[in-house]
């Protein structure tokens, strides 16, 4: 975490990492499937430290079993909740991937500050294709800004309006991890800004990120300009 020195990590241990391989189907990379060699154990909140002090409190677990439910109450008690919602749905069965709707949603989403879904788990959640429709569900079953990413946009909604805000990559060689880097991206954003301009930083760094594989390690400085050139 050298790159990175305003990072405090709280090791905890597990038996096992979390192992994917994602193959995709379509040339929009928007439709994949996922096999998993081994998982974490999940998080509990006794094993959260005390010191812990921040804002937003984002959990991005990746498959269904990471965080359990009753870590939302918890964690909403102690900061504005943002959740990836891919932990609730993706299951492991038999070495593979498969999405099952999340059976707490509605008794659990009205912690939630912060909902982050992809189009295919929106739809999922609440039956609907239209995922201007689907983030308005969502918004009536309690989240409170609810994220959505797609391969040409980025939604928000917040009860209010919807913003969107259109993916500019020029190759997809960096797919995976796209609403990964949306999401941290917009609730860091959203501490400061509006959501507008936490929408189109992200999107711009997204996009940025995306045409090339790993992890963004750009700076703002480089996202500025990409939003200067394509924004």
């Not at 994602?22 to 094993?47: A, C, G, L």
């Not at 991937?97 to 295919?120: G, N, S």
């Not at 507008?196 to 750009?218: F, R």
């Amino acid at each position: 975490f050298a790159a990175a020195p305003n990072i405090t990590v709280f090791p905890l241990h597990s038996t096992h990492s979390f192992v994917t391989k994602n193959v995709y189907h379509t040339p929009d990379r928007e439709r994949r499937t996922s096999t998993v060699d081994s998982k974490i154990d999940p998080y509990r909140p006794e094993e959260v430290p005390e010191e812990i002090d921040a804002k937003i409190w984002h959990l991005a677990g990746l498959v269904g079993g990471d965080i359990p439910n009753e870590f939302l109450p918890f964690a909403a008690k102690r900061a504005m909740l943002a959740i990836d919602v891919q932990c609730m749905l993706r299951w492991e069965e038999n070495g593979g991937m498969v999405y099952r709707d999340w059976e707490a949603k509605k008794e659990l989403l009205p912690y939630v500050r912060f909902l982050k879904t992809d189009a295919a788990e929106a739809e999922i959640l609440t039956g609907l294709a239209d995922r201007v429709e689907a983030a308005k569900v969502l918004y009536g079953w309690g989240a409170k800004e609810i994220l959505i990413t797609h391969n040409t946009e980025v939604l928000v909604y917040d009860g209010k309006e919807i913003y969107t805000c259109p993916i500019k990559a020029r190759s997809l060689g960096g797919r995976t991890g796209r609403g990964d880097t949306t999401f941290a991206c917009y609730i860091n954003e959203r501490l400061t800004q509006d959501i507008p301009a936490a929408l189109q930083t992200s999107t711009a760094l997204v996009s940025l990120k995306m045409e090339t594989p790993g992890p963004y390690m750009g700076t703002r400085a480089d996202v500025d300009a990409y939003i200067k050139e394509f924004y």
